[in-house]
Each structure stands twice: as C-alpha cells, then as structure tokens.
C-alpha cells in the first residue's frame, strides 16, 4: 500500500483516507474539536508542501501522523500558559486517602490479573481508557497521552507546556491515580459483568 500512497499524492484524498484517524488523534490530545479540525488542516497543507521530502519508508498515514505530532506540540508553545490552564491541583482530592501514614495501601488494588496484552488490545479497554482521559483537565490528559501512550520524552513535555520536569512528573503522577481510579471503576469494577 505504500507505494499506492506514494503515487497518490493529493491531499484531498489523504483527508478522505486519513482525516477521521487523524481527527481523533488531535482530538484526543487537545480535546478541542475547532483546534483538532485546524491541526489536521494544518498538518494535510504541510504535508502537501512538502511532499517531496517524503522517502516512502512508511506509509503515507504515518508520516501524516508524525507531521500531526509536531503540530500538536507547536499548538502547545503558542498557547499562553493561563489560557486552559486548569488549576490541577483541584485534581488532587482524595489521592491522600490512597495511602496510610507508612504510605501502604488504605483501599488496595482491585484484581487486575490476566494478561495486560491482551486486556490491552481489547478495543473496549480503550474506550474506556479514552473516556477516562477525556474527563481530566486538558492540560493533564495531554501530557499523560504524550508520555505513556506516544512514548514522549519529558524534556519534548517540558517545553511544548513550559513547565519544570518536576512538574510534569507531578502531573503524570496525578494523572495515573486519576486513570487508576476511573479504570476500578469503570472497567474492573463491570469486569465480571463483561466476561
């Protein structure tokens, strides 16, 4: 299909192949739909631009999406850091009760046994693991999404949010407990329902 890619150069029709995936990938990381449409439009006009540097080493798709990733970064550089800048530590509530005084657990782990490849190609998880992120602040939901599912570094997060490398490990932090508990509740807490 590569090559097929390659000889279709017209972004026009890349919109039509790739514009919902690409869509839900800049949805997903600025929960924004007028910005993701922009992202996406920007991404296709620059891909058109610069079509010639395309080696055809991957698909068309990919390299859209590596050019998507880039843009999703310039989106955050541009943005001041007051404009949807929740106050995260609004999002801190009940991370405490998580832990005694000798930082064990209070409320233990539900089961969470099985096998993490498989339960993680279960479309279903990730529905729900999506849900869960979209119902965090932006600013949190994105940096996780950076950094546990497009394997970001954190210097690459430091700057496109300008913050400190030991805040973006309290966000990550925050965002994990935050994903921990949708997930008890909404996937291993139904899991037995499921099955």
């Given at each position: 299909?590569?090559?097929a890619?390659?000889?279709?150069?017209?972004?026009?029709?890349?919109?039509?192949?790739?514009?919902?995936?690409?869509?839900r990938?800049?949805?997903?990381?600025v929960?924004?739909?007028?910005?993701?449409?922009?992202l996406?439009?920007?991404?296709?006009?620059?891909?058109?631009?610069?079509?010639?540097n395309?080696?055809?080493?991957?698909?068309?798709?990919?390299?859209?999406?590596?050019?998507?990733?880039?843009?999703?970064?310039?989106?955050?550089?541009?943005m001041?850091p007051?404009q949807?800048?929740?106050n995260?530590?609004?999002?801190?509530?009940?991370?405490?009760?998580l832990?005694?005084?000798?930082e064990?657990?209070?409320?233990?782990p539900?089961?969470?046994?099985?096998?993490?490849?498989?339960?993680?190609e279960?479309?279903?998880?990730?529905t729900?693991?999506y849900?869960?992120?979209?119902?965090?602040?932006?600013?949190?939901?994105?940096?996780?999404?950076m950094?546990?599912?497009?394997?970001?570094?954190?210097?690459?997060?430091?700057?496109?949010?300008?913050?400190?490398?030991?805040?973006?490990?309290?966000?990550?932090?925050?965002?994990?407990?935050?994903?921990?508990?949708?997930?008890e509740?909404?996937?291993?807490?139904?899991?037995?329902e499921?099955s």
């Amino acid at each position: 299909m590569v090559a097929a890619d390659i000889q279709d150069h017209d972004a026009v029709k890349w919109l039509g192949l790739y514009g919902d995936a690409l869509y839900r990938f800049a949805i997903i990381r600025v929960q924004d739909s007028f910005a993701a449409e922009d992202l996406v439009q920007e991404t296709l006009l620059a891909a058109d631009r610069s079509y010639e540097n395309f080696s055809g080493k991957s698909t068309v798709r990919t390299w859209l999406t590596g050019i998507l990733k880039h843009k999703i970064v310039d989106y955050y550089r541009r943005m001041k850091p007051e404009q949807g800048d929740e106050n995260i530590e609004d999002f801190a509530y009940g991370m405490d009760d998580l832990f005694d005084k000798k930082e064990r657990w209070k409320v233990k782990p539900g089961d969470w046994s099985g096998d993490p490849k498989n339960l993680f190609e279960r479309k279903e998880l990730m529905t729900i693991i999506y849900g869960c992120l979209a119902e965090m602040p932006g600013k949190m939901s994105t940096v996780y999404t950076m950094r546990e599912l497009e394997g970001a570094e954190t210097s690459e997060i430091c700057e496109a949010f300008q913050i400190g490398e030991n805040n973006c490990w309290v966000i990550l932090y925050r965002a994990r407990m935050l994903l921990r508990r949708c997930l008890e509740v909404n996937w291993f807490g139904g899991k037995k329902e499921r099955s």
